[in-house]
């Protein structure tokens, strides 16, 4: 499923010139002659989740008989918040409980970074995870935490650095059973259940 066909880099470039116009620049001069092309260049690997559906990366699974929690940690991504168009930055962990069916763990990496490379909000972001991993490989159950520093809050606004924001959701058991959940949530602290 693609959603924005392909993306106009001609229009971004235009676009980014007139904010150079708007806010006070000379955008003929050397320093910022290509900053609107760079910036489109750019926005197209930004923004490259917006051609894809990020479910895809779920298609092959394989039969293990496996049915413990799988639990990929520290998922590096870098997303844009929809407000400002900012960069929001941070890790996102992956978990779930197969029924036997498990994917390779790069495909996990490659949802979170297919779901992150749009124009987003972490909330979403983080129940786009696991609904797809609830709806795709069918486990038992699933859960995302994902911990991130917004720059529209750090480096603007109330401008306070150091504050990240943390969001989870947990479906199937990971949701109805506390042991579970609470296993998840002492793997991605960093314990040993
Ligand atoms: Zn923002």
Redesign the pocket.
Known sequence: MSRGGEIDKPRIAAAVREILLAIGEDPDREGLQRTPSRIADAYEELFAGLREDPRHHLNATFDEGHKEMVVLRDIPFASL?E??L?P?TGFAHVGYIPRGRIVGLSKLARLVEGYARRPQVQERLTSEIADALLEELNPDGCGVIIDAV?T??TIRGVEKPGASMVTSAMRGGFRNRPETRAEFIAIVRGGRT
Do not use: A
């Open positions: 918040c407000h400002h900012l929001f917004h529209c809050m």
